[in-house]
């Protein structure tokens, strides 16, 4: 969810290293963080698609 919101305001990048740094401050477990890490990614793919077709419908 935070994910989300961050996309709508910030640049897609800079949200995924937002997103990475802050799940390397709380997932100690690297193999947990990998699994998470690809949620991040997944997410924002969506959400830039859908940013995308938002702005170009208008």
Same mark, same amino acid.
């Given at each position: ?16 290293? =937002?997103?990475?740094?802050? !799940? @390397? %401050?709380?997932? $100690? &477990? ?15 793919? =969506?959400?830039?698609?859908? !940013? @995308? %077709?938002?702005? $170009? &419908?208008?």
């Amino acid at each position: 969810m935070l994910t989300f919101f961050l996309f709508a305001a910030l640049d897609n990048l800079t949200t995924t290293i =937002v997103m990475v740094a802050l !799940l @390397r %401050k709380l997932i $100690n &477990d690297r193999k947990d963080r990998w699994r998470f890490v690809g949620m991040v990614f997944a997410i924002g793919l =969506v959400v830039a698609k859908r !940013l @995308r %077709k938002w702005t $170009n &419908d208008e």
